[in-house]
């Protein structure tokens, strides 16, 4: 008899277990959600394309928009120090972005970005360029230098 319901007790306790980490399984699931939902944007190249977006990602606003400073390009020809963003800033703020395209001209190279996680008060996407001031092709080397707001 008392084997009988030492069996039951672990069978119990086994069930327990159970039940205790597919709670802490569920809770976690919920905390660590990213919703996930798909755009169609219009891509560098003037086509339009399918691409995810991570609703959790920082939006961008008007405000992150207009406060965005790009570099001077004589400060960069001539060693200025003025404050400017770089393509590293942004991604850490925003995320990556939904297209991207790098290019390179006369030794100079460049990266566009378009980011679409933004509030409709500042349109459908925002593109930006950056060109690489150090030409090691760092992210924090690749310095804002236009910035453009548009509706697809």
Avoid: C, H
């Avoid at 709670?23 to 944007?41: C, F, G, Q």
């Avoid at 120090?81 to 001209?105: C, H, L, N, Q």
């Avoid at 593109?127 to 001031?133: K, M, N």
């Avoid at 030409?135 to 509706?151: E, F």
């Amino acid at each position: 008899m008392e084997k009988r319901e030492s069996g039951k007790k672990l069978w119990i306790w086994f069930f327990a277990a159970i039940i205790f980490f597919a709670a802490i399984y569920v809770v976690w699931s919920i905390l660590n959600a990213t919703e996930i939902k798909t755009e169609k944007i219009t891509g560098l190249n003037g086509q339009t394309k399918v691409v995810q977006i991570n609703e959790n990602t920082r939006k961008w606003t008007e405000n992150n928009y207009n406060s965005l400073s790009m570099a001077n390009v004589t400060d960069l020809l001539f060693g200025g120090s003025s404050s400017y963003e770089t393509y590293g800033d942004i991604v850490k703020r925003f995320g990556k972005p939904a297209d991207s395209e790098s290019m390179e001209t006369d030794g100079m190279k460049a990266k566009e970005g378009v980011w679409v996680n933004v509030d409709s008060d500042l349109g459908d996407q925002v593109d930006l360029t950056f060109v690489d001031v150090k030409g090691n092709s760092d992210v924090d080397n690749y310095v804002l230098i236009a910035k453009k707001q548009a509706d697809q």
